[in-house]
T-cell receptor, first 116, second 113 residues
């Protein structure tokens, strides 16, 4: 199956700083990528849809100015958590759709963010 | 987007076959059914996807009745390493659609020795 990577796998930062998370589709091109957040013992929550070359579409309740998404190429999308606060500490997961006949969404390994 | 309903948890023993059923009464004509497996602190892993009837791959089978209002993931001869959360999702990633998938709570499968 298709491979999606994320970098970094974990990050610790101080409150008020910004953190950038990268999501790459390694062996396929992805016009559309998604960003999710997952808190402990909970399911994945969709944050936004990232489309190559256009603005991201955010889900209701997700602050677009706080979670900046850039999808500059067909293999890379980035999520920047700006002015991070402890409540932003979570597990962030990206996914990408492989377009090969039947479309399937593949997920990255996730990035653990801890804001102190 | 069609909503899915799955059992919150299931227990099984090593070597048994496990069947997890998911209800999706509002499934749309173009929707596919996809199952994912997630271990703690990892991203979901694709298991199987289908549209109708039966689909089988090297790890699982997916049974979809004619009305497509439910589906059953079948895991043959589970092992301790199959202990995970299993998600059933319904969506349409076809041309012109966003491909959004909305996760429910999933089914936590506990495999015992």
């Amino acid at each position: 199956g298709a491979v999606v990577s994320q970098h970094p796998s974990w990050v610790i930062c101080k409150s008020g700083t910004s953190v950038k998370i990268e999501c790459r589709s390694l062996d396929f091109q992805a016009t559309t990528m998604f960003w999710y957040r997952q808190f402990p013992k909970q399911s994945l929550m969709l944050m936004a849809t990232s489309n190559e070359g256009s603005k991201a579409t955010y889900e209701q309740g997700v602050e677009k100015d706080k979670f900046l998404i850039n999808h500059a190429s067909l293999t890379l999308s980035t999520l920047t958590v700006t002015s991070a606060h402890p409540e932003d500490s979570s597990f962030y997961i990206c996914s990408a759709i492989e377009i090969l006949g039947q479309e399937t969404q593949y997920f990255g390994p996730g990035t653990r963010l801890l804001v102190l | 987007l069609a909503k899915t309903t799955q059992p919150i948890s299931m227990d099984s023993y090593e070597g048994q076959e496990v069947n997890i059923t998911c209800s999706h009464n509002n499934i749309a004509t173009n929707d596919y059914i996809t199952w994912y497996q997630q271990f703690p602190s990892q991203g979901p892993r694709f298991i199987i996807q289908g549209y109708k009837t039966k689909v089988t791959n090297e790890v699982a089978s997916l049974f979809i009745p004619a009305d497509r209002k439910s589906s059953t993931l079948s895991l043959p001869r589970v092992s301790l390493s199959d202990t995970a959360v299993y998600y059933c999702l319904v969506g349409d990633s076809g041309s012109g659609n966003t491909g959004k998938l909305i996760f429910g709570q999933g089914t936590t499968l506990q495999v015992k020795p």
